[in-house]
């Protein structure tokens, strides 16, 4: 069952990708050439959110048994509005209805090979904000400043001008091979080694311009470390 | 009970199995089945798929088989229901189709033991985890870009109640290519068992009615072309016809 103030308009499924920010390239280094990648990426290097991990804001998100510590993948997301195929740089943003505060929770992994499952897909492990901000309210997403709060104080601040693929090249690119459906989300990326938090932390992740959301970690028990 | 779903006359129908290539409406009226267009029987919550899950293929893909599942998620745009068309990427050198059980999950699922597992698991039904091997990259692989194309997983025709299927780790696949049997094989070859991955599973997270597991496909990979038709086949589950058309065209192969 959904809360309260889980925003209506996203009732699809969450996608998101990986190193599509300059700095998590960088980071990456020589390793993209080697085994296991063998090559740089070609396509946007995609996962899904399921179901059971969407939480409101506000929420107390448990660990899974055994993890002391999760990353904070602060994102922008956007707000599919009418079904989106094959679009190009020009008209993709007119697919989407507006952009909403996410923070994808990840147990800390060094390799993206295979799909991170475990440490990507556990219960209320993508927390949305409240409310999605109309598109033509947000002038400058590509220039949107990301900020993360561990305990009040700002534990991470990245910005989208940090971007491989904007919101329009990551649209096109990602609708070449799937159409995203009303009401789907596509994060725009979440920074390598992002912050991490601990049971007992309150974090709360603030886009200016688009909302902000906060929430607890707790441990599997269900009360704070 | 075999169930499936159509869309007949502007509306939704569920049907039943009747004899002789035809379907049962719900009022008792029968239809030739290649006449219904056919829905996925079911609308799907979380869609996870297998790689590597028999030991057999993992050989004829070079690898070994893993010690850990490989697990990978889709999302609806995926699915398509029996007798659909399913896009085939003219440029792509190398698309080949997966003949795989699908488990339909009944309940909500939670830390559930392998001895308990099936008492989690509404039915059965047929799948399809059609690949394109031309865009696998090595990150997050299998990628969305192979794994999670519109159209490219045909699953159905039916949902087969649980209780009719006794032993699911003991059923024949095969997969034909316009009429040549290419892939056979049984899931009692699967590596990982299905009440082991909905422990594995549902000890990483909850596991809700409608969620999809496809548990992989055994060896008999051949690449397949438009025009092709490949019917997959399980046994006392069903029989999922596919056929395959140009990409540029496939919803409206009269242009």
Redesign the interface.
Same mark, same amino acid.
């Given at each position: 069952m959904r809360a309260h103030n889980f925003p209506t308009s996203v009732r %699809?499924?969450i996608?998101g990708v $990986?190193?599509n920010d300059r700095g998590s390239i960088e980071a990456m280094g020589s390793a993209l050439q080697e085994a /296991?990648? *063998?090559?740089p /990426? *070609?396509?946007p $290097? #995609?996962?899904?959110k =399921? %179901?059971?991990?969407l939480s409101a804001s506000g929420s107390a998100v448990a660990l =899974?048994k055994g993890a002391g510590q999760v990353e904070i993948g602060a994102a922008v997301g956007l707000v599919i509005g009418a079904p989106a195929?094959r679009l190009n740089t020009q008209n993709a943003l007119a697919a989407v209805q507006g952009c909403v505060v996410v923070a994808d929770l990840s147990l800390p992994h060094t390799s993206?090979? !295979? =799909?991170?499952? !475990?440490e990507k897909?556990? +219960?209320g492990s993508c927390v949305f904000a409240d409310t999605v901000a109309p598109l033509a309210s947000v002038p400058n997403l590509a220039g949107l400043q990301v900020e993360t709060f561990i305990n009040g104080k700002q534990a991470g601040q990245w910005s989208l001008t940090e971007l491989v693929r904007g919101a329009p090249e990551l649209l096109q690119d990602v609708t070449e091979? #799937?159409?995203?459906?009303p009401g +789907?989300v596509l994060l725009l990326g979440v920074k390598w080694q992002a912050p991490a938090a601990a049971p007992g932390d309150q974090v709360a992740v603030a886009v200016p311009g688009v909302g902000r959301l906060e929430f607890s970690i707790e441990s599997t028990t269900g009360s704070a470390a | 009970m075999k169930r499936g779903r159509i869309f007949l006359n502007g509306a939704v129908h569920e049907v039943r199995p009747a004899q002789d290539g035809h379907i049962r409406l719900a009022d008792g009226q029968l239809l030739a089945e290649d006449q219904a267009h056919w829905l996925p029987p079911i609308e799907p919550g979380t869609i996870f798929a297998l790689g590597l899950n028999y030991a057999d293929h993992a050989r004829e893909l070079a690898f070994k088989a893993p010690e850990t599942p490989l697990v990978f998620l889709k999302g609806p745009n995926a699915l398509v229901g029996h007798n659909a068309r399913t896009p085939r990427p003219a440029g792509a050198d190398y698309m080949h189709y997966e003949c795989e059980l699908a488990v339909v999950i009944g309940k909500h699922a939670k830390n559930v033991r392998q001895a308990d597992a099936y008492e989690y698991v509404a039915g059965y039904t047929v799948a399809n985890d059609y690949a394109i091997r031309d865009y696998l990259e090595n990150y997050y692989r299998p990628n969305l870009r192979v794994k999670n194309r519109d159209a490219c997983t045909p699953i159905g025709p039916w949902l087969v109640d649980a209780a009719d299927i006794p032993d699911p780790m003991n059923l024949r696949l095969c997969t034909s290519v316009n009429g040549k049997i290419t892939q056979e094989g049984t899931t009692r070859d699967m590596v990982f068992s299905i009440p082991w991955l909905i422990e594995y599973l549902s000890a990483i997270m909850t596991l809700s009615p409608g969620d999809l597991i496809l548990t992989g496909t055994p060896e008999g990979l051949t690449n397949v072309v438009a025009g092709d038709v490949v019917v997959t086949e399980i046994e006392n589950v069903g029989r999922l016809v596919n056929h395959l058309a140009d990409d540029r065209n496939y919803l409206n192969p009269a242009l």
């Open positions: %699809g499924t996608y $990986v190193l /296991p990648y *063998k090559a /990426p *070609k396509a $290097v #995609m996962y899904i =399921p %179901g059971n991990t =899974p195929s993206y090979y !295979r =799909p991170a499952i !475990r897909c556990f +219960d091979f #799937m159409t995203l459906a +789907d | -």
